[in-house]
């Protein structure tokens, strides 16, 4: 079979969370899937992270999104003879003859209420999307959590939508003392940190996260400053602003931060606190939206809507060094329950119609 893909978003210039997500899947496709042929429509910089014979790029230059979508795209299946053609977003080729399959990640921008504001965008957004939806062959979602909210917002027949959890990149594993030493200096943690890495949305609570550093006890927030990465800042006292973090520096901070903590009020799947758990690092999330069933019993979970209880939480870790190594060996372990090999299994077993729910 000839499977299209849409990777405009693997580009050596930028890596963006959909980027990763195809770039694990295609790492795993080309480990276990030498029969299927995939053609990567992207950019001239495109850069899927992995090689195989089985692996073919067509290159074009950036133009606008609907161009791309609804021109190039459909054109481009007929002249490379796509039989099925996989979208990592909500939308697809609507005009593409071929079978099509598309992503939802999250349906924050439904659920959570400070994007309900934005209502005429919503309007256009459930419609468009519900259109795609009825045109997709298969529509998979990254959780469990997700394929309940699609079916909140959209009659999507059960037999169509299927689970795929994600993976973290399997780069992501415990550093040694030198390459967490060298992190640490580059970033100017010279004491010990909290870590979080989340970007600057709403919905990511990095701010109840920071009154929560806040209201430690003094003779705490002295001993461990918080750090935090992936676009998030906050001017506070004791707060390391560390914006973008290559994976390979990002991999020694996880290993060398004394606690992972994840605020956020909504996720689709919630990466982070899996590369952390990857990484060795102990780990304490909000129990929002997918968070428990992404994480199991491998952490330690509060509500994120109170700041006392992040603080609690923060301080039972960080006061209990059995706790600490308890919550990094099964940490260690729920990471390996992701991976790309089975993130692409399960994608194989989606497009050949094995896949059940």
Known sequence: MRIGVDARE??????????RFLTNLLCGLTKIDAINEYILFGYPDLEPGCDAKNLTRVLRSETSTVLWDQFYLPSAVRKYKIDLFFSPYSKIP??????????????????????????LYNLYLKAAMGVFNKRAEKIICVSEFT???????FDAPPEKTAVMPESPWPGF?????DLVDRARKKYSLDKPYLLCMGNANPHKNINGLVSAYEALPLSVKEKYSLALGGGAQSAA????????????ELAALYSGAELFVFPSFWEGFGLPPLEAMACGCP????????MPEVLGGACLYFDPYKTEEISAKILEVLGNPGLREEL??????RAKSYTPEKMAARFLEIVTGKAKG
Do not use: Q
């Open 147 to 153: 394929k309940l909210e699609l079916a909140k917002y």
């Open 173 to 177: 594993s415990p550093r040694g003392a």
């Open 10 to 19: 693997l580009r050596r210039s930028r890596m963006t969370g959909i980027g």
């Open 237 to 248: 006292a004791g707060v390391k602003n560390l914006r973008y973090v290559p994976d390979d």
């Open 94 to 119: 609507f005009f593409a003859d071929c079978g099509l399959i598309l992503t939802h990640h999250d349906f924050t921008f439904f659920s959570y209420p400070e994007y309900k504001k934005r209502f």
């Open 283 to 290: 780990v304490i999330s909000s129990n929002a939206s997918c």
């Open 328 to 333: 990094r060996r099964k940490g260690l372990e």
